[in-house]
């Protein structure tokens, strides 16, 4: 099979060079967001590999057709850029890689929430220009404090196993519990009012989109720290600006943001930040913002590069009428109303 490799960075080379040849595939790697204008660059191949912030949508889909390409291979567990009834209507097949380290994601939004707490990333600015106060650097005691934790998949339920490292109580909200969440279970509502720390780790659905909004910042407790490492979607940027103006929020540690698809991965150091909204967060003393890194880790880009070419290997030989086993493109969808 022939990849039509979209948004390449640096980091996704070595794994991707090293296995693909051992799943029988060769990859065409592309410096651009797939997109309905770039789409016509994956003329010859089979399979188009996009990435979080790739625009899939219908004219996409459209363009993609015409090359050829048959299958969307996801390198992420996220999917709510993938127009999926569109492209199941169409005939494409739509993988993705739906865990690779739920570790390296949960740890993640544990040091998110101790450098925001502790203002680790204030203090180490402090130092590198020799100033050695730690005026204003207080923080908080963690244990004894309740994590609420929206969403217990893998990722939800590592991070409620590291909260409880710390000696914190552990609340949850999720449509479908799981059996093997070591917490207490309770009504959204109660887990914006009781929590001390709120940590996101649900999908983007069009349910839970601005699920943090300015009525349910109004449930929760002064000085409430949110964390988010799932997509920027679920956060409703401007009350979350206005609940860390007022000082509602003790802080907030962001891992994704809702327009970052056109910042993210990339290097703007020498220009101007124009959006607005961006820029007022990275103003706030007690906003810590990382550019979607919670994934990276060796382990994690290793997974998702064997995972990818499984999946694509997996389409390379599949019979007529069989489901792939990460194919989220599926008879179902197709069944969506307009």
């Not at 009781?194 to 999908?203: A, Y």
Request: glycine fraction near 6%; hydrophobic fraction near 40%; charge should be negative.
């Amino acid at each position: 099979m022939r990849i039509a490799f979209y948004d390449v960075k640096p980091y996704d080379k070595p794994w991707f060079d090293r296995l693909a040849p051992e799943y029988g595939c060769e990859i065409k790697y592309l410096d651009y967001h797939l997109n309905a204008d770039t789409a016509r660059f994956s003329e010859g191949c089979g399979v188009a590999c996009a990435f979080v912030n790739d625009v899939i949508d219908k004219d996409t889909l459209d363009a993609l057709a015409e090359t050829g390409v048959k299958l969307i291979a996801m390198r992420c567990a996220g999917y709510n850029n993938v127009d999926l009834k569109a492209a199941c209507y169409m005939g494409f097949k739509v993988v993705r890689v739906p865990e690779y380290s739920p570790a390296a994601v949960a740890e993640h939004t544990m040091a998110l929430l101790l450098c925001v707490n502790r203002k680790i990333h204030r203090a180490y600015s402090r130092t590198r220009e020799n100033n050695f106060s730690i005026n204003g650097l207080i923080g908080f005691d963690m244990r004894g404090k309740t994590a609420g934790i929206i969403g217990t998949g893998k990722i939800g339920r590592v991070f409620a196993e590291i909260c409880g490292g710390f000696g914190m109580k552990v609340i949850a909200y999720d449509p479908y519990p799981s059996d093997s969440f070591n917490g207490e279970y309770k009504p959204i509502d109660s887990v914006y009012r009781e929590s001390d720390v709120i940590s996101l780790h649900c999908p983007l659905i069009p349910a839970t989109r601005h699920m943090i909004n300015k009525d349910s910042i109004a449930l929760m407790k002064d000085g409430v720290v949110v964390v988010n490492t799932s997509r920027g979607g679920l956060i409703d940027t401007p009350a979350l600006i206005d609940a860390l103006k007022s000082k509602k929020f003790y802080g907030a540690g962001l891992d994704v943001y809702e327009e970052e698809a056109d910042y993210f991965f990339s290097d703007y150091s020498a220009e101007i930040i124009t959006d607005d909204d961006l820029a007022r967060l990275l103003s706030f003393p007690n906003v810590v913002l990382t550019s979607h890194q919670a994934f990276f880790t060796e382990e994690a880009t290793r997974e998702i590069a064997e995972t990818t070419l499984k999946n694509i290997q997996e389409f390379n030989t599949l019979k007529e009428g069989r489901t792939l086993v990460n194919e989220i493109c599926c008879d179902n969808v197709k069944r969506l109303p307009d």
